[in-house]
């Protein structure tokens, strides 16, 4: 049951900062906002994750709006290895609940 | 680095046999996941684990069987293969907690004929 929305595809040229926008007007207190990312015939790959604060990371950015409603996962200068379907999941850390994978934003990087 | 191993990589199997997809992790987590992958589709989560000789139901379990022997393996099992549990099945491994994350094996393309 996704409770994200996101672009369906997005392109971009290589060296460029792409920001993947997730949209999650209902998210609650306890939720961490998580990206993943999959290429073809690949496992997804987890990106980042965060609460409340922006975190960075050797891979990406995370930018998280200040009513949490919103996040901005940010890739600086992206290559052709970044080409890949992102995912935005939201999803609490205590008992057990899933990881929902909706369609996600398919990223295309041009050389 | 964390590891995640299934085997076999592809199958094909006939309607109404029996399939087993193994996954192996050496990442010392508690727990395993199993789920599909439809083209053009996000994944499903068939069946997870916890704890070893124990399984629970994911949100889509029918026509799936999971064993947990040890730790670090994970089977899933079709009794009668079907049409349409033809996919790419994913195992994942986790620990839990606040950095709580999934790793991921490379995923059993299952072909059903």
């Known amino acids: 049951d996704a409770k994200t929305t996101q672009p369906d595809s997005m392109e971009s040229t290589e060296g460029e900062t792409v920001h993947l926008p997730c949209s999650h007007a209902?998210?609650?207190?306890?939720?961490?906002i998580y990206w993943y990312r999959q290429v073809p015939l690949q496992g997804p790959e987890y990106v980042t994750h965060?609460?409340?604060q922006n975190t960075t990371n050797s891979m990406a950015f995370l930018a998280i709006a200040s009513d949490r409603k919103s996040s901005t996962l940010i890739l600086p200068h992206v290559s052709l290895r970044d080409a890949a379907v992102y995912h935005c999941?939201?999803?609490?850390?205590?008992?057990?609940?899933?990881?929902?994978f909706g369609k996600g934003t398919s990223l295309t990087v041009i050389p | 680095e964390a590891a995640v191993t299934q085997s076999p990589r592809s199958k094909v199997a006939v309607t109404g046999g029996k399939v087993t997809l193994s996954c192996h992790q050496t990442?010392?987590?508690?727990?395993m996941y199993w789920y599909r992958q439809d083209t053009g589709h996000g994944l499903r989560l068939i069946h997870y684990?916890?704890?070893?000789?124990?399984?629970e139901k994911g949100d889509i379990p029918d026509g799936y069987k999971a064993s947990r022997p040890s730790q670090e393996n994970f089977s899933l099992i079709l009794e009668l293969a079907s049409l349409s549990q033809t996919a790419v099945y994913f195992c994942?491994?986790?620990?839990?907690?606040?950095?709580?994350?999934?790793?991921f094996g490379h995923g059993t393309k299952l072909s059903v004929l």
């Open positions: 994942a491994s986790s620990t839990r907690g606040p950095n709580e994350r999934l790793f």
């Open positions: 209902t998210i609650s207190g306890n939720e961490y």
């Open positions: 965060g609460l409340q």
């Open positions: 999941i939201l999803r609490e850390n205590t008992g057990y609940q899933n990881f929902y």
């Open positions: 990442n010392n987590h508690d727990y």
């Open positions: 684990s916890y704890v070893a000789d124990s399984t």
